[in-house]
């Protein structure tokens, strides 16, 4: 089964930015929403950002006004611009969308490591 494959994690110190960038398993234009989440490790996994094919946009509270999620129609990706970062959004970052969460379908992730 195809996935999404993510990118552009890595190491940065806190105050500092990354861009994550998501090649989507599917057509762009075949999903009504993309999603990125986050999991710490020993926490559950968490919604960290949306953007619905109509252009709408919503965010976590500990995100807003921070990262930025965007889309490429051309390219099919996604992407999450970060910046501010803090310690704890030290995880790792899986992009979806609606097919991709129906059929429980994620990619292997970008780890992104923000020190203090």
């Known amino acids: 089964q195809v996935q999404p494959v993510e990118s552009g994690g890595g190491l940065v110190q806190a105050g500092e930015s990354l861009r994550l960038s998501c090649l989507l398993s599917?057509?762009?234009?075949?999903?009504?929403?993309m999603y990125w989440y986050r999991q710490a490790p020993g926490k559950q996994r968490e919604l960290v950002a949306l953007l619905t094919s109509g252009g709408s946009t919503n965010y976590a509270d500990f995100v807003k006004g921070r990262f930025t999620i965007s889309r490429d129609n051309a390219n099919n990706r996604v992407y999450l611009q970060m910046d501010s970062l803090k310690p704890d959004d030290t995880a790792v970052y899986f992009c979806?969308?609606?097919?991709?969460?129906?059929?429980?379908?994620w990619g292997q992730g970008t780890q992104v490591t923000v020190s203090s």
């Open positions: 599917g057509s762009i234009y075949t999903v009504n929403a």
């Open positions: 979806s969308t609606d097919r991709d969460l129906r059929g429980n379908v």
